[in-house]
C-alpha cells in the first residue's frame, strides 16, 4: 500500500507535468482521512495507564457497533490500557480524577480511558 508521502510525492510529479488528474486528488484523501474510525472504551480499577481493566466495549460504525458494556465478561481485549496502545490505539480521553473507584458502586464502573483507531 502506498504511504501518504509517497500519495504527495506522485501527486506534486504529476502536477509539475501536467498530468495530474482527480482520481490522484482522491487516492489522497482516502490516504489522508486514514480509513474509518473505531473507539475503543476501557475501564480501569485506577486512573493509570498500567491499571488493570473492569470492562471494556468497543464501538465500530462498519462492524455491527457493540454498544453495551459487559463488567461480567471474561475476556477483556487487553490487560490494561497501555496494552491497547502497544497494538496501535490512541488514547484521546484521560479519566475524570474526582471520585475514587469502589467495587459495587452503581454510578461509576471504573476509570474510563476511551481509545482511538483508524482502518480499513
Given at each position: 500500500?502506498?504511504?501518504?508521502?509517497?500519495?504527495?510525492?506522485?501527486?506534486r510529479q504529476k502536477l509539475e507535468s501536467g498530468q495530474l488528474?482527480?482520481?490522484?486528488?482522491?487516492?489522497?484523501?482516502?490516504?489522508?482521512?486514514?480509513?474509518?474510525?473505531?473507539?475503543?472504551?476501557?475501564?480501569?480499577?485506577?486512573?493509570?495507564?498500567?491499571?488493570?481493566?473492569?470492562?471494556?466495549?468497543?464501538?465500530?460504525?462498519?462492524?455491527?457497533?457493540?454498544?453495551?458494556?459487559?463488567?461480567?465478561?471474561?475476556?477483556?481485549?487487553?490487560?490494561?490500557?497501555?496494552?491497547?496502545?502497544?497494538?496501535?490505539?490512541?488514547?484521546?480521553?484521560?479519566?475524570?480524577?474526582?471520585?475514587?473507584?469502589?467495587?459495587?458502586?452503581?454510578?461509576?464502573?471504573?476509570?474510563?480511558?476511551?481509545?482511538?483507531?483508524?482502518?480499513?
Open positions: 500500500m502506498i504511504t501518504l508521502e509517497q500519495a504527495f510525492d506522485q501527486a488528474a482527480a482520481h490522484d486528488l482522491d487516492q489522497l484523501y482516502q490516504l489522508a482521512r486514514g480509513g474509518r474510525q473505531r473507539l475503543l472504551y476501557l475501564y480501569a480499577l485506577q486512573p493509570t495507564v498500567r491499571a488493570g481493566l473492569v470492562a471494556s466495549t468497543i464501538q465500530d460504525s462498519q462492524a455491527g457497533s457493540l454498544c453495551q458494556i459487559d463488567p461480567l465478561a471474561q475476556e477483556l481485549p487487553y490487560q490494561c490500557v497501555m496494552d491497547a496502545v502497544a497494538d496501535g490505539w490512541r488514547v484521546i480521553h484521560f479519566p475524570d480524577h474526582r471520585a475514587p473507584y469502589q467495587e459495587g458502586r452503581m454510578d461509576m464502573l471504573g476509570y474510563e480511558f476511551i481509545l482511538e483507531k483508524y482502518g480499513a
